[in-house]
T-cell receptor
Framework: NAGVMQNPRHLVRRRGQEARLRCSPM?????VYWYRQLPEEGLKFMVY????????ESGMPKERFSAEFPKEGPSILRIQQVVRGDSAAYFC????????????FGPGTRLTVT | DQQVKQNSPSLSVQEGRISILNCDYT??????FLWYKKYPAEGPTFLISISSIKDKNEDGRFTVFLNKSAKHLSLHIVPSQPGDSAVYFCAASAGYGQNFVFGPGTRLSVLP
């Protein structure tokens, strides 16, 4: 059973470009969470999605950031018009329907904005 | 406003001794707590959890203690091993299915 997959592992974007981060949850998991870790800080919750639904996006900036988890395919975190402050490690976690308190993390995508 | 605090950014311990990592929280609604371990360039991996109905949970070399009145929990690792060297995050949630709030982490170094 493969773990949570994230790609790309490293992403470099120039200011103003778009960044797309992908997350494939563990098999059988229908809940996905996105976290951001800034340098020297802990993980900050961004958004919680279930298949085709956003459950909680209270941690996500109102502008430029969006997330989706379609019926088919991976969850996507999209950052438009990236700025230097978006440089961070973005982690995705997934959990099964029955045990929402168990979150399994992917290896993360390190976004660098130049 | 940091709801989950880990006031020690780093900790060094000799191999074979006990490592104690501390975590404090401010939100009295938190009722479920986890510890994650994170190696460089990897995602966090789940270590151990505790719910507010308990004050201790043990799993092998890892024990988590919860003091609800003090809003404090700690992770004990004994005996510590060099492979335990990692960043440890404390996380808390305010109910089943609620998102987790993470502390800033403590970097543990176990010296051989």
């Amino acid at each position: 059973n493969a773990g949570v997959m994230q790609n790309p592992r490293h992403l470099v974007r120039r200011r103003g470009q778009e960044a797309r981060l992908r997350c494939s949850p563990m098999k059988g998991h229908s809940h996905v969470y996105w976290y951001r870790q800034l340098p020297e800080e802990g993980l900050k919750f961004m958004v919680y999605l279930q298949k085709e639904n956003i459950i909680d996006e209270s941690g996500m900036p109102k502008e430029r950031f969006s997330a989706e988890f379609p019926k088919e395919g991976p969850s996507i975190l999209r950052i438009q018009q990236v700025v230097r402050g978006d440089s961070a490690a973005y982690f995705c976690a997934s959990s099964p329907e029955q045990v929402l308190n168990e979150q399994y993390f992917g290896p993360g995508t390190r976004l660098t904005v130049t | 406003d940091q709801q989950v605090k880990q006031n020690s950014p780093s900790l060094s311990v000799q191999e074979g001794r006990i490592s104690i990592l501390n975590c404090d929280y401010t939100n009295s609604m938190f009722d479920y707590f986890l510890w994650y371990k994170k190696y460089p360039a990897e995602g966090p991996t789940f270590l151990i959890s505790i719910s507010s109905i308990k004050d201790k949970n043990e799993d092998g070399r890892f024990t988590v203690f919860l003091n609800k009145s003090a809003k404090h929990l700690s992770l004990h690792i004994v005996p510590s091993q060099p492979g335990d060297s990692a960043v440890y995050f404390c996380a808390a949630s305010a109910g089943y299915g609620q998102n987790f709030v993470f502390g800033p982490g403590t970097r543990l170094s176990v010296l051989p």
